[in-house]
Every structure is written in structure tokens, then in C-alpha cells.
């Protein structure tokens, strides 16, 4: 996510062998909602992933159902003017092309080009959000290009990605969209999962955070396992120093493999978090490392997410991991950043 805390080269295999981010597994959601023509090339996707075995093994019986659902996206209607930076430099002749496009086509193309030169297209993205709502759908393609910037390490695309996807689900940044979300999570359809991300995506910009952190906590220990994984997606997008506690929390006592694989990854690299919160976290992972009650397995998760917050590398040696951190830290590092990432 941010650059500094790319993975370091030296990542174990444990942590390498989690999809990073909701990319894979929203995809799997996402896509699976869309026509029947896509289902074979989506199978064989999924069959090739890590993750698709845990979702295929466990909740392969829901893909029927996902082929029904039609998502609720707005109409398109005409063509709105984009509105233009001041500054004259960035008016070169990607962005006067882009400008002539539906809102839709607009959305998609700024925030493809944000991926690749972020200072071209950021400002205009932000400057233009308002005038997108009600004229964005969530189609594949937009949503297959906020999963893509959500890979970014720049956070402005992340935070870009997102206000993008709240714009096109029509969610806006106000209590009944918490409400909206809640509903949804509670229903029996399979959009209810999709909603968790969402939901933390929205806490994550300032809308009533506390409730979101307490609706996702909930859901963290839900009997449901596919409910609980994307509770940690959502918690990874909230981004605050409580969901980092929560993620702390899951990976050291779910019962799931693949849950506990999901907090290391949020905590490593994943969702909204920043470089000073997973920082923050170290001190928290280090106490782990000396908890004897935690299996093998979590433990080898426990040292390849310190590995790649740090870049260092030490194993299970807890004491030469609390020595190098005894030389590394310092007050900035274990600020926690509550407000959320900023769009420019």
C-alpha cells in the first residue's frame, strides 16, 4: 500500500500466499453477480487462486444464487462538462479527451490514469465527485478498476478508488448510509458481504467511524465464516488505531486458517491503513511472538506480517526483533493516525 510499507523482498511464503487487499475476493463477489457469459473464464480464475479454494470449498453453493442478483446502479444521463484544474500544465491532451466523455467513461478513465500518473487525474477526480453522483454505475469494469487502484501505493488512489465506488453505489458520505449498508448486512442476499467492505470504506471517511467499528466487531465473531472474512476486509478499510486492535485480536484467536491469514494480511499491507498505524502495531505483534499458545502456523503469520511492516527480518527470535525495534522506534511511530487518509 503506502511506499513505506511495500513488502520487503524477504516476506515468508506464509504471507505471500494470502491475495493481498480485497482484489481477489471481491472480484469473486463482484464479477459473479454479472452475465452467465463470464462464468467459465471466473470458475477456472477462481479454481487458480488460494483463495478460491477457501471461498469454492465453503460457499460454492452460493455462486447460483450470486448469477440472480441484479446490482441497483444509476442511470446514465448525457454528458456533464468536467470540471477544469487552474493550473495550466495539466491541461494536456489526455485530460481535454476526457473531458468530452460521459460521466461514466470519466470516472473510469481518471482513475485508470490514476493508477500510472496520479498527479494528472487526483485533483480532477475530487473537483468532480459531486457532479459524477447519480450519473455513475457500479459496472465491472469501474469496480475491476477501483480494485486495481486499491493495489496502489500511492493512499490518494486508494482514498480515490474509494470515493469513487461510494459514488457509484450511491452511497453518500451521511448516517443513512450506515443505515443503508446495516440493512443490507443483515439481509440473506450475498450483497451483504460486498456491504461489510463498503461499510468500512465509509467509516474510513468520516462517517460515524464508532458505529462502523462496532457493527464490523460484531461480525468478526459471527458462526458465519465468510461473514467474519469480510468483517476483516471491512475492519482493513476502516483504518483506525480500533480496527487495528480487532485485526490484532483476529489473527491471534480465530478459529479459521484463512481468517486469521486475512487479519495478517490487512495488517501487512491491505486496506486503508497507514504506514504509522501498521507501525504502531509492531509492539502488539511482538507480544504475540511471545505467546506460546499460538500455533505454529500463526506464528510463522505473526513474523512475516512484522516483516513486512519493517523490512526486517528475524524470525520467531523475539528477542532480536524487540532489540531492533528498541533502535528503530520513536514517538512518530507509534502515533496513531485516526482521521483517515486525505484525498490531495
Given at each position: 500500500m503506502d511506499k513505506q510499507l511495500s513488502p520487503s523482498p524477504g516476506?515468508?511464503?506464509?504471507?505471500?500466499?494470502?491475495?493481498?487487499?480485497?482484489?481477489?475476493?471481491?472480484?469473486?463477489?463482484?464479477?459473479?453477480?454479472?452475465?452467465?457469459?463470464?462464468?467459465?473464464?471466473?470458475?477456472?480464475?477462481?479454481?487458480?487462486?488460494?483463495?478460491?479454494?477457501?471461498?469454492?470449498?465453503?460457499?460454492?453453493?452460493?455462486?447460483?444464487?450470486?448469477?440472480?442478483?441484479?446490482?441497483?446502479?444509476?442511470?446514465?444521463?448525457?454528458?456533464?462538462?468536467?470540471?477544469?484544474?487552474?493550473?495550466?500544465?495539466?491541461?494536456?491532451?489526455?485530460?481535454?479527451?476526457?473531458?468530452?466523455?460521459?460521466?461514466?467513461?470519466?470516472?473510469?478513465?481518471?482513475?485508470?490514469?490514476?493508477?500510472?500518473?496520479?498527479?494528472?487525474?487526483?485533483?480532477?477526480?475530487?473537483?468532480?465527485?459531486?457532479?459524477?453522483?447519480?450519473?455513475?454505475?457500479?459496472?465491472?469494469?469501474?469496480?475491476?478498476?477501483?480494485?486495481?487502484?486499491?493495489?496502489?501505493?500511492?493512499?490518494?488512489?486508494?482514498?480515490?478508488?474509494?470515493?469513487?465506488?461510494?459514488?457509484?453505489?450511491?452511497?453518500?458520505?451521511?448516517?443513512?448510509?450506515?443505515?443503508?449498508?446495516?440493512?443490507?448486512?443483515?439481509?440473506?442476499?450475498?450483497?451483504?458481504?460486498?456491504?461489510?467492505?463498503?461499510?468500512?470504506?465509509?467509516?474510513?471517511r468520516g462517517v460515524e467511524p464508532v458505529k462502523v467499528l462496532q457493527?464490523?466487531?460484531?461480525?468478526?465473531?459471527?458462526?458465519?465464516?465468510?461473514?467474519?472474512?469480510?468483517?476483516?476486509?471491512?475492519?482493513?478499510?476502516?483504518?483506525?488505531?480500533?480496527?487495528?486492535?480487532?485485526?490484532?485480536?483476529?489473527?491471534?484467536?480465530?478459529?479459521?486458517?484463512?481468517?486469521?491469514?486475512?487479519?495478517?494480511?490487512?495488517?501487512?499491507?491491505?486496506?486503508?491503513?497507514?504506514?504509522?498505524?501498521?507501525?504502531?502495531?509492531?509492539?502488539?505483534?511482538?507480544?504475540?511472538?511471545?505467546?506460546?499458545?499460538?500455533?505454529?502456523?500463526?506464528?510463522?503469520?505473526?513474523?512475516?506480517?512484522?516483516?513486512?511492516?519493517?523490512?526486517?527480518?528475524?524470525?520467531?527470535?523475539?528477542?532480536?526483533?524487540?532489540?531492533?525495534?528498541?533502535?528503530?522506534?520513536?514517538?512518530?511511530?507509534?502515533?496513531?493516525?485516526?482521521?483517515?487518509?486525505?484525498?490531495?
Amino acid at each position: 500500500m503506502d511506499k513505506q510499507l511495500s513488502p520487503s523482498p524477504g516476506v515468508s511464503e506464509a504471507l505471500k500466499s494470502v491475495p493481498s487487499g480485497p482484489d481477489v475476493v471481491a472480484r469473486e463477489v463482484k464479477t459473479s453477480l454479472r452475465l452467465r457469459a463470464f462464468v467459465p473464464s471466473l470458475i477456472a480464475l477462481t479454481f487458480l487462486s488460494t483463495l478460491a479454494g477457501f471461498l469454492a470449498g465453503h460457499f460454492q453453493d452460493a455462486l447460483a444464487h450470486w448469477m440472480k442478483i441484479h446490482p441497483v446502479a444509476a442511470a446514465v444521463s448525457g454528458k456533464t462538462a468536467l470540471v477544469s484544474t487552474p493550473e495550466p500544465h495539466k491541461k494536456n491532451a489526455d485530460l481535454e479527451e476526457i473531458s468530452r466523455l460521459a460521466p461514466q467513461q470519466q470516472a473510469e478513465r481518471l482513475l485508470e490514469l490514476a493508477i500510472e500518473r496520479p498527479e494528472l487525474s487526483l485533483e480532477l477526480i475530487h473537483r468532480n465527485l459531486t457532479n459524477w453522483r447519480g450519473h455513475l454505475e457500479d459496472t465491472d469494469r469501474l469496480f475491476q478498476l477501483v480494485l486495481a487502484a486499491l493495489d496502489s501505493d500511492d493512499p490518494r488512489v486508494r482514498v480515490a478508488a474509494v470515493e469513487i465506488d461510494l459514488a457509484a453505489c450511491n452511497l453518500i458520505k451521511a448516517p443513512e448510509s450506515v443505515t443503508k449498508l446495516e440493512r443490507e448486512i443483515q439481509g440473506n442476499s450475498d450483497e451483504r458481504y460486498l456491504a461489510l467492505w463498503r461499510l468500512g470504506a465509509l467509516g474510513n471517511r468520516g462517517v460515524e467511524p464508532v458505529k462502523v467499528l462496532q457493527i464490523l466487531q460484531l461480525y468478526a465473531h459471527d458462526r458465519n465464516q465468510k461473514a467474519r472474512f469480510w468483517a476483516v476486509e471491512g475492519l482493513a478499510m476502516l483504518g483506525s488505531r480500533e480496527s487495528i486492535d480487532a485485526l490484532l485480536d483476529i489473527l491471534a484467536h480465530d478459529a479459521a486458517p484463512q481468517i486469521r491469514e486475512r487479519a495478517a494480511t490487512s495488517l501487512a499491507k491491505s486496506g486503508l491503513l497507514t504506514g504509522e498505524q501498521r507501525l504502531a502495531a509492531v509492539p502488539q505483534l511482538l507480544n504475540l511472538l511471545d505467546d506460546d499458545s499460538l500455533d505454529a502456523a500463526t506464528q510463522k503469520l505473526v513474523c512475516s506480517t512484522l516483516e513486512a511492516i519493517t523490512g526486517a527480518s528475524f524470525g520467531r527470535n523475539a528477542s532480536a526483533w524487540r532489540e531492533w525495534w528498541a533502535h528503530h522506534d520513536h514517538p512518530q511511530k507509534r502515533r496513531h493516525s485516526t482521521a483517515g487518509l486525505t484525498l490531495a
